[in-house]
C-alpha cells in the first residue's frame, strides 16, 4: 500500500517562502507522476504542480515563477519550494501520486500566509 506523507507546511509572513517535502512509501511503480495540489477554504481542490519520473514538470498560471517542484527518485520525495507567498497561497497542500491509472492522496499540510 502506498502512503504520502507530507512535511513543511506552516505560517509565513507574505513575500516569504517555504519548502514542502512529501515522502512516498510502499509498492508505487517507479514510472510515475507525482505532485501537488491545494485547496483553500471554501474553494475545490486545484492543481499545484507535477512532476514526471523523468522530471518533466507542470504548473499552474497562478505558481509560475514562483514556486518549483522537485523530486529524489532514490528517495521517493518530491518537493515544492514555494517563494514569493501571498495571502491567496493560503491553503491545505496534498501531495499525490498516479501510475498505471491508480491515484494516491497525502493527508495534506497546512499553508497560512498572513500579510
Known amino acids: 500500500q502506498v502512503q504520502l506523507v507530507e512535511s513543511g507546511g506552516g505560517l509565513v509572513q507574505a513575500g516569504g517562502s517555504l519548502r514542502l517535502s512529501c515522502a512516498a512509501s510502499?509498492?508505487?511503480?517507479?514510472?510515475?507522476?507525482m505532485g501537488w495540489y491545494r485547496q483553500a477554504p471554501g474553494k475545490q481542490r486545484e492543481l499545484v504542480a507535477t512532476?514526471?519520473?523523468?522530471?518533466?514538470?507542470n504548473y499552474a498560471d497562478s505558481v509560475k515563477g514562483r514556486f518549483v517542484i522537485s523530486r529524489d527518485n532514490a528517495k521517493s520525495t518530491v518537493y515544492l519550494q514555494m517563494n514569493s507567498l501571498n495571502s491567496e497561497d493560503t491553503a491545505v497542500y496534498y501531495c499525490?501520486?498516479?501510475?498505471?491509472?491508480?491515484?494516491?492522496w497525502g493527508k495534506g499540510t497546512l499553508v497560512t500566509v498572513s500579510s
Open positions: 510502499g509498492s508505487i511503480p517507479s514510472n510515475n507522476l
Open positions: 512532476i514526471t519520473s523523468g522530471g518533466s514538470t
Open positions: 499525490a501520486a498516479s501510475s498505471a491509472g491508480i491515484f494516491y
